[in-house]
């Protein structure tokens, strides 16, 4: 399948919005535009009483674990580093992750592998482009 139409925040914002057209979410509890922020600040303030919204971001969370289980496979990564703006959303996005990629990943790979959240978080690339203009 396409990883992109299933894994990424675009993929989870047309979940979101195919819920809440059939009416099984109510589109009010996100405050205004549908977003990845919006999404995980419904969750965490578990806006959500029909349980459609941790259902919605589970499945979201089991695809992109899915593609990250494939890449480390191919490549035997032990340490896989998450960033952009999803990341930011801490232990609500991170942990769910983690745990599918340990379950999912062959025994072989599971040894010193680690699934964490980058630490300049969405900041990453431009930094990255300031130091290059810097560093010339």
């Known amino acids: 399948w396409n990883y992109e139409e299933k894994a990424s925040v675009t993929a989870l914002i047309s979940m979101i919005n195919t819920a809440v057209q059939n009416g099984s979410l109510e589109g009010s509890m996100f405050k205004g ?23 919605l971001v589970d499945i979201w969370q089991r695809n992109i674990a899915e593609g990250i289980i494939g890449l480390i496979h191919i490549f035997g990564s032990e340490k896989v580093i998450i960033g952009g703006g999803i990341a930011e959303n801490g232990d609500a996005f991170i942990k ?16 010193n592998l680690s699934v964490d959240k980058a630490m300049l978080g969405n900041d990453a690339g431009m930094i990255g482009a300031v130091r290059n203009v810097l560093l010339g």
């Open 33 to 55: 535009t549908i977003d990845g922020a919006g999404i995980f600040a419904a969750l965490r303030e578990q806006r959500d009483s029909s349980g459609v919204l941790p259902q």
């Open 96 to 111: 769910p992750l983690q745990r599918y990629v340990l379950e999912g990943v062959l025994p072989p790979f599971k040894k």
